[in-house]
């Protein structure tokens, strides 16, 4: 069974930073496509970052420049690693996983989720 369990969220001022980590329940090797989605009150889930089997990540937009994501297979763990934080940056943070190869930040195409973790951003 694949378990995520995200932790590292919490209240920043803007400017701050955190770092998300997930922890996954299997060996996600070179197997699972990884990624972070977030959704904030009334908004749809978005896709925030992508981190392929190989390591290649991809960021929307709206984080490009601020937010790094990395893999580490041998503790089974990815990190999401957010510096000037935004008030629009607040949201509930989730990672999710599949076993195939990466193919966009489309949230239907994940078959493993966290639980979340809730990331505030104050002005």
């Known amino acids: 069974q694949v378990r995520l369990v995200e932790s590292g969220g919490g209240s920043v001022q803007a400017g701050g930073s955190l770092r998300l980590s997930c922890k996954v329940s299997?060996?996600?090797?070179?197997?699972?496509?990884m990624a972070w989605f977030r959704q904030a009150p009334e908004n749809e889930r978005e896709g925030v970052a992508i981190?392929?089997?190989?390591?290649?990540?991809y960021f929307t937009d709206s984080v490009k420049g601020r937010f790094t994501a990395s893999r580490d297979n041998a503790v089974n763990t990815v990190y999401l690693q957010m510096n000037s934080l935004r008030p629009d940056d607040t949201a509930i943070y989730y990672c999710?996983?599949?076993?195939?190869?990466?193919?966009?930040?489309?949230?239907?195409?994940?078959?493993?989720w966290g639980q979340g973790t809730q990331v505030t951003v104050s002005s």
């Open positions: 299997v060996s996600i090797g070179s197997k699972y496509c």
């Open positions: 999710a996983a599949k076993r195939r190869a990466c193919s966009g930040l489309d949230f239907a195409d994940f078959d493993y």
């Open positions: 981190i392929s089997r190989i390591g290649i990540t």
